[in-house]
């Protein structure tokens, strides 16, 4: 089984200030792993993901994620948010084939003015 | 076009009522999901499947029951409802492996 935890349930931080959110994660087999954003009243939209090969991994809207597998993390950064990057930030992990994902409870990003 | 669409986005029903939510998906996958958020915004799954089988039925009560007519179609037929089944499910479908999987936009089910 596998188990993800994010560590800040709320990261308030000011418009155009560098943030970091954190996830841990812990498998007894290999994973692969995501961060997903989810804006107010809609889906889920995916931002990046690891499967193998360079452990740093870029994504849509400026953020990156660094992959850490000594200390089973991947936690998400962006070097200057903007107040639309207010929103809902999961992370997951996943095991491939039909699986489905295991989530952690979300980390809510407010960006103030 | 909407790669992921589910129908209704909002449901008020009354407890012991049953209802459906209906899921397409139009990128040719293969492999879907049912999600349940609850009102922590946890996120767990529910039921996937693969070319119309199920794959996984995590600790759901059998009020619940997926059908998937075809691969693009996976819906979610829920029995006598009651209080705690009050959530926003979503779907999701990819190709299956280390693919990543793509979501529906949701539906709030509210029961009274």
């Known amino acids: 089984a596998q188990s993800v935890t994010q560590l800040d349930s709320q990261v308030p931080v000011f418009e155009e200030a560098p943030v970091e959110l954190r996830c841990n994660y812990s498998?007894?087999?290999?994973?692969?792993l995501f961060w997903y954003v989810q804006y107010p009243n809609q889906g889920l939209q995916l931002l990046l993901k690891?499967?193998?090969?360079?452990?740093l991994v870029k994504g849509i809207n400026g953020f990156e994620a660094e992959f850490n597998k000594s200390q089973t993390s991947f936690h998400l950064r962006k070097p200057s948010v903007h107040i639309s990057d207010t929103a809902e930030y999961f992370c997951?992990?996943?095991?491939?084939?039909?699986?489905?994902?295991?989530f952690g409870k979300g980390t809510h990003l407010i960006i103030q003015p | 076009d909407t790669a992921v669409s589910q129908t209704p986005k909002y449901l008020v029903t009354q407890m012991g009522n049953d209802k459906s939510i209906k899921c397409e998906q139009n990128?040719?996958?293969?492999?879907m999901y049912w999600y349940k958020q609850d009102s922590k915004k946890f996120l767990k799954i529910m039921f996937s499947?693969?070319?119309?089988?199920?794959?996984i039925n995590e600790t759901v009560p059998n009020r619940f029951s997926p059908k998937s007519p075809d691969k693009a179609h996976l819906n979610l037929h829920i029995n006598s409802l009651e209080l705690g089944d009050s959530a926003v499910y979503f779907c999701?479908?990819?190709?299956?492996?280390?693919?990543?999987?793509?979501f529906g936009p949701g539906t709030r089910l509210t029961v009274l």
């Open positions: 999701a479908s990819s190709r299956g492996g280390w693919d990543e999987q793509f």
């Open positions: 498998s007894s087999v290999s994973v692969y």
């Open positions: 690891y499967l193998s090969g360079s452990t």
């Open positions: 997951a992990v996943g095991r491939g084939g039909a699986d489905g994902l295991t």
């Open positions: 990128l040719g996958h293969d492999t």
């Open positions: 499947y693969n070319n119309k089988e199920l794959i």
